[in-house]
């Protein structure tokens, strides 16, 4: 029944923006931290953001993007966004949503409860 289904991909030139949304269902959306994460091929998948369920934690970033790219959830919604900005080739991959009801703020994919199907990124140089 939990269901979470990313939108907003698709091909953007270098140095061009793109938000991703994430719409989650059949759970109690407030009690889940959420991440984004990415995989391209031949390439292990990769901590994006998090963003804990409480609304005074703190947001966590992996490297390759602190500064680019910011993460934001309406609980109200049930939504979860990434803002991408400066977007590289690099950043061409497949990205994914994800809630964690335990570890609030964790980097580790095996750390999450529910993923989403996942959306295509494609940055052109």
């Known amino acids: 029944q939990v269901q979470l289904v990313e939108s907003g991909g698709g091909l953007v030139q270098a140095g061009g923006s793109l938000r991703l949304s994430c719409a989650a269902s059949?759970?109690?959306?407030?009690?889940?931290?959420m991440g984004w994460f990415r995989q391209a091929p031949g390439k292990e998948r990769e901590f994006i953001a998090t963003i804990p369920a409480w609304s005074a934690g703190t947001t966590t970033y992996g490297d390759s993007v602190k500064g680019r790219f910011t993460i934001s959830r309406d609980n109200a919604k049930n939504t979860v966004d990434l803002q991408m900005n400066r977007l590289k080739p690099e950043d061409t991959a497949v990205y994914y949503c994800a809630a964690a009801l335990f570890l609030p703020g964790a980097t580790n994919f095996k750390s999450y409860n529910y993923w989403g199907q996942g959306i295509q990124v494609t940055v052109s140089s």
């Open positions: 059949g759970l109690t959306f407030s009690r889940y931290a």
